[in-house]
T-cell receptor, first 111, second 113 residues
């Protein structure tokens, strides 16, 4: 059964810092991996989707990388802003329409 | 606008009173899924559907039912709700497995007293 671990569980940084969120998964036979953002009590917003054949995806200040063979993905956030404060979830998708979510990294960016 | 719509957004009900949470998507997605989110436990899959009339259990299906009579709709039914089903529920949809990501609804906060 796929297990997803996100490190760190929580992170507090001053505005302007570059930061890295880590996601590891045990079953490397994935179709893709998606990163989401969730604000407190709200729904999930898709940030980036990386196909299994890709190594990385970029959107604005966000860059996500995928190393399928080692079961790892990282989300890089450049020049962090207070508006980036949220919980970030990674979700690798394996066969059988199973998607297991990590517990998330709670990010707080101080102004 | 492409979206997944859940209703209601908030619901307070009493133990044992049957309820239905609706989910509808306008993207012609084949795959739909229900999740519940609880503090410390994260998102857990309840049921999913790969197409019309095709559904299967996720990790926590006990106490829930679903149906998929039309492609766009995937209601979640609680026949006899209990307090341990108090949670934040999300519906999600996708074109399918492979190169497609998920689109999530805004969530339904259910309280069973």
């Amino acid at each position: 059964k796929q297990e997803v671990t996100q490190i760190p569980a929580a992170l507090s940084v001053p505005e302007g810092e570059n930061l890295v969120l880590n996601c590891s998964f045990t079953d490397s036979a994935i179709y893709n991996l998606q990163w989401f953002r969730q604000d407190p009590g709200k729904g999930l917003t898709s940030l980036l989707l990386i196909q299994s054949s890709q190594r990385e995806q970029t959107s604005g200040r966000l860059n996500a990388s995928l190393d399928k063979s080692s079961g790892r993905s990282t989300l890089y956030i450049a020049a962090s802003q207070p508006g980036d404060s949220a919980t970030y979830l990674c979700a690798p998708q394996t066969g059988g329409f199973k998607t297991i979510f990590g517990a998330g990294t709670r990010l707080f960016v101080k102004a | 606008e492409a979206q997944v719509t859940q209703n209601p957004r908030y619901l307070i009900t009493v133990t044992g009173k049957k309820l239905t949470v609706t989910c509808s998507q306008n993207m012609n997605h084949e795959y739909m899924s229900w999740y519940r989110q609880d503090p410390g436990l994260g998102l857990r899959q309840i049921y999913y559907s790969m197409n019309v009339e095709v559904t299967d259990k996720g990790d926590v299906p006990e106490g829930y039912k679903v149906s998929r009579k039309e492609k766009r709709n995937f209601p979640l039914i609680l026949e006899s709700p209990s307090p341990n089903q108090t949670s934040l529920y999300f519906c999600a949809s996708s074109f399918g497995v492979g190169g497609y990501g998920y689109t999530f609804g805004s969530g339904t906060r259910l309280t069973v007293v």
